[in-house]
Every structure is written in C-alpha cells, then in structure tokens.
C-alpha cells in the first residue's frame, strides 16, 4: 500500500512538472508564435498582429514575437508600430540583419533617410549580399547627397541585380555628381532598355552628362527622346 501511494505521488509529480512546462508563458508564446507565422503565410494579417501580440503579452523578449508582429504591421501599413517592435527585435538581439533592413526600409517610406542609411548600413554590415539593403541605401544617401557612398552601394547593389535600371539610373545621377559623365553616359545607356516608365529620366541624365562632355549634338538628341516619350 505504501509502494502505491509513493508511485502514485511520483506519477502526479510527473504531471505536474510535464503540465508546467507544456503550459508555460514561454511555451504558450512559442505556440502563439508559430499561429502568428501561419496566418503571415496565409496573408491573415491583422490575425497575425494578434497572434504576435499575444506572444508578446505572455513573452516580452521574445524576439520572434517583436519579429514578426512587425512584420503584419508593416504589411497593414502599420509604419510606426512596425518601427517600434523593429527596435524591440534590436533591442534584444543587435545582429538581426532582417530587423535592421526593415526599421531602415519603414525610414526611408517616411523619409528620414539619414535613420535609413544608419540602419541599412548596419544591415549590409551584417550581410554584404543583401541586394535590397545596398540598393535602398545607396538611393537614401542620393537624398543625404553622399554621393561617393551612394555609388558605392549601388555598385553592391549591381552586382547581383544588373539590370535594375533604379539602380543603374541612381548610381548615374551619383556619378554626375562627382563629376564622372563618360561613366554616367554608360549608366544611363545601360538603364534606357530596361527603364520603362523611367526612360525618360534616363534620356534626360544622359543629355546633362554628354552635355558637360561638350557631346552638344548627342544630348540635343536626348533630350528630344526626353521630350518625345514625356508627351506618350
């Protein structure tokens, strides 16, 4: 009788031990988590807030929580929430290069180019292959006239997407900037056949560059291209 009661003391023991871990704040977060993930994946985006907004309550350093409520936030054009869970995410783990790139991103939709540049510059230094991150930089800093970073990144940027013609057409303007016009003439040349509704733009970059490398004939030419496709 005394053996019975002890196994049945140690089995409810067992429950309870099991119970606490399986019905945890940290494990419920984590359980929330993963139903805030599912309704992103699904596009249910304000389900998403919730769900993440629930992880939160039951963790608040929970990073993933932050991570992805940002994430549905951003998506619902939520820019200042976004931003505020974003800096959460950083707050508690300083190398996450996706928190970076999207408090940098939500910077730049709100103009403040100058915090966009310092959060993507943080995101290339953690991951100097991110296309995205390089090519949004290197156009903030066109607006922070750092044209020597500017083309820099665009260059980054280039290389793993060559013929983005914002990029080829961003890194023209820099190099006019600083005065390099054969190399925005190539830029511009390279972006016009696959600039689109751009064109015109690239028509008109390319007039001032051969202009200042006295071609007067070649950018009377663009700027009637300029003229011809603005008036399509």
Known sequence: MK???????????IILIVGAFCFSPHKRAQQACRRGTTDLEDGLLPDAVEDFSRAVQLDPKSAPAHLGRAEAQFGLGDLTNAATDRSAVIALETTNERAFFIRGVISFKLQDFNGATSDLGKAISLNSNDEQACFIC???????????GSK???IKSLQVNPYNPKALLGRAVAEMKLHEYENAVLDASNAIPVAGPLASEAYCVRAHAKARLKDRAGAFDDVNQEIGRAHV
């Open 3 to 13: 053996a019975y009661v002890i196994l049945i003391s140690f089995l409810c023991a």
């Open 138 to 148: 290197g156009i903030a800093q066109l607006h922070t006239r750092d044209w020597d």
């Open 152 to 154: 820099a990144d665009l």
